[in-house]
């Protein structure tokens, strides 16, 4: 979370000028965004009343190739009322520029804040918005490989080492070799596809009250089983943030959301407690392979990797899949 | 730049509704301030009027005790029309509050950008605010003890020890105590004294176009020789950052600007090269000491004392006395 990009007043004025939406008055670089620079821009038009943009460089971990996926599928879903920031063009109507070499976008500032304990309520509210996204996604035609998909735990967690995951945990190896196995065996290969979030966590989901006023860091975006998505949500927002918590009523509420606008079919209902697993298996992974090689500094907060192997235990267990039924 | 304090939304929306400004519709971590947590706020009154401010935690680096000086200062300028920010009290009408242990305030929200290259305009608008502050201030009748004076630079520089200063550059430890037997020689201690804000870097203004609209970064605000001021702010503005190139335009302008508002006595314009020279010494010896003893991260990017070292040699030359000449 940080400011990796220097860009001087003049600089940023230039750049804001390249698209038609007034006079820079403000920029105030924001932490937030793991990977990328982002600054919370002000401008005025004519009229004097002014509007607010996110102004996102893209440092190296984000492939410029992506971005026509990633911007134009925001651009399609607010088309279409889901709660996203669309894509401010420039003047010649291009999604992003390039500056010094980076990639740059402008982005809508929609209000609202993370919330850190959600409430059922909320959680409904996000099961809705995500199942909106899935319906509304549905015409978007275009396609993106996940970049997080199975094959790259498998490779994440080989590089981690029998050594590395033991460091971690004692045991933790042999489980995750056991679980792998278990997902390669069961992984559903004909489940409805589509363009998934993939990251759903509560940082990326914006709300006043219990209104979800945006759902934000598309960067994982791409083309996957739909029902994992769900997944991915639910081992987002239903449990404790160390993993050691199940909450029930979370979980209901947030199935019972997604299930009011897109309704699980009988394969997808059952592929749930496996999909979950995944889901529990690919934070897992990037966890445990920061945990091991990222070095530590203030700037970068290690997330504790066992708040997913016991997620990964939780969904596991078969007395739980119960939390999947209709 | 970074934001060391974490906030849940639930926290942040009870932290702003004890100041009576609206509902929190956004918060925003913002990378801005050196030793302290910043965010932009944004909230909605019952009109339906956003409303924006900026809400900073103080962490360890600011003595709380020090909070009425600085925050009762923004008000009191404000209230003369300095293009200051005010504090916003809370609903029992207290510059800053305490949560969880740490002190934190919110702050108006003030348009405009750092310039990073100004232009003579630009520098002649800064000085006239400068003067501004120095006559506003008059009668605020606070008092704080610089804590970065000379004695601060000299126990700095005595940590740096010979053998630090020659490892940034040979020659740096005689230079360095030469010129500290001039300052302690020469300080003057007649001069007229004041509140000054004794850090005016390009980074603490802010403009639109010419026009500054806010001084702020307050925290180095003292009571020391008003004159002083000015110098520090010579030696912010009048070079390249290097400090390799002096730039006449911008030192006449400044100058200039700040002498219409508020002209230098003659016993203040006979000390300015000395004053400069301390200036220069001052943030010679703080980023000396950093660049020794900070550990470089991604966090704070360490800034190179020599830019200071070569405008403490310009400042020391005789024959550059005359750029502070009427």
Known sequence: MAVYTRLGAEEMAAII?????????????IAEGVSNSNWLIETQDSQDATH???????????????????????DHLAARNCPVPRTIHDVEGASHRFYKGKALALIEFL?????????PVQARAVGQALAQVHLAAADFGCERTNSMGPDAWRQLLSDCRSDGLESIAPG?????????????????????????????FPDNVLMLGDKVTGLIDFYFACTDIVAYDLAVTHAAWCFSADG??????LSAALMEGYESVRPLSAVERA???????????????????DWLYTVEDALVTLKDPM????????????????VFSA
Request: negative net charge; glycine residues 6%; proline residues 7%.
């Open 17 to 29: 000028a390249a698209f038609d939406v007034g006079t820079l008055i403000s920029a105030k670089g």
């Open 52 to 74: 607010r943009f996110i102004l996102t460089v893209y440092e190296t971990r984000t492939d410029t190739a992506d971005l026509p996926f990633f911007l134009n599928l925001l």
């Open 111 to 119: 209000p609202g804040i993370s919330v850190s304990d959600p409430t």
């Open 172 to 200: 933790l190896s042999r489980l995750v070799e056991r679980e792998l196995s278990v997902l390669a065996a069961g992984w559903p290969t004909d489940l409805p596809r589509g363009v998934i979030h993939a990251d759903l």
């Open 244 to 249: 050691a918590e199940f909450l029930p009523d």
């Open 271 to 289: 592929a749930m407690p496996l999909l979950a697993q995944g889901a529990a298996m690919r934070f897992l992974a990037t966890r445990a392979y």
């Open 307 to 322: 708040a997913f192997v016991r997620r990964l235990e939780f969904y596991a267990d078969p007395a739980n899949a119960e």
